[in-house]
Each structure stands twice: as C-alpha cells, then as structure tokens.
C-alpha cells in the first residue's frame, strides 16, 4: 500500500497552454526554499533588474514543512516529440511541473491550507 499523495502543477495550462500563475506563485515560494536547502540551481536575471534569481535545478527536491508536517517538491519535466512541424530539425517540446508528495495522514491539511499559503507566500506582492 503506497502512503504517500502526490499532486503535480503544470507549469501551462488550458487549450492554448497559458503560462499558469499557479506554477509561477509556487516557483516564487520556492525559489527561497531552494536557495537555503537545494544543491542544485538555475540561475535567472529579473526583468528590468540586475538581480539574480535561483531557482530549483530540474529533478531538484526541497523539502518543506508547514504546521509540523513535512512535505517533498520536485521540479520535473516531460519531453515530447512534435509531429507536425516546418522545420528539418526535430524538436522537442517541454513541459515542466512541479510534484508536490506528502504522507496521506495530511491530505485535509496539504491541498487546502498548505497549498494556500505557499501561492499567497509567492505571488507578487500589490
């Protein structure tokens, strides 16, 4: 019997594949996380800034903890080959998401309180 959940946030989502702002808010929350307990970091300039951004490397884990519960994020990512293109070259198309496990004892806690308080924490402040 498996004891862990696992719920996955693509990084774009509906028929034209907008970039989620979910995604974004949880890179965001991450990227501090990543940056005190990641081994591995993908460096990223600001828009209309000279500041550096770490963010989680793919495959990358951080593990997180809200109300004494422990919960593991991954950055990973699906590659896929395009059938239809005007190109000579083959090309891959990428989709990253992020993986979020924890212990099933938790599952009224991780999706509901948790997962609002890590988008609240990473998105833009107004």
Do not use: C
């Not at 990428?94 to 924490?121: A, C, Q």
């Amino acid at each position: 019997m498996y004891h862990y959940i696992e719920i996955t946030f693509d990084e774009f989502s509906g028929e034209r594949l907008n970039h989620s702002e979910v995604f974004s808010a949880i890179q965001n929350y991450l990227s501090i996380k990543a940056s005190k307990h990641a081994a591995r970091f993908k460096a990223d300039v600001v828009e209309d800034s000279q500041s550096l951004v770490l963010s989680m490397e793919d495959k990358e884990e951080v593990t997180d903890e809200f109300e004494r519960v422990n919960v593991w994020w991954e950055l990973g990512k699906n590659i896929s080959r395009r059938e239809f293109q005007f190109s000579i070259y083959p090309a891959a198309e990428e989709k990253r998401y992020y993986k979020l496990t924890f212990h099933k004892r938790d599952r009224e806690l991780i999706p509901g309180s948790y997962v609002n308080h890590v988008l609240d924490g990473g998105r833009p402040s107004q």
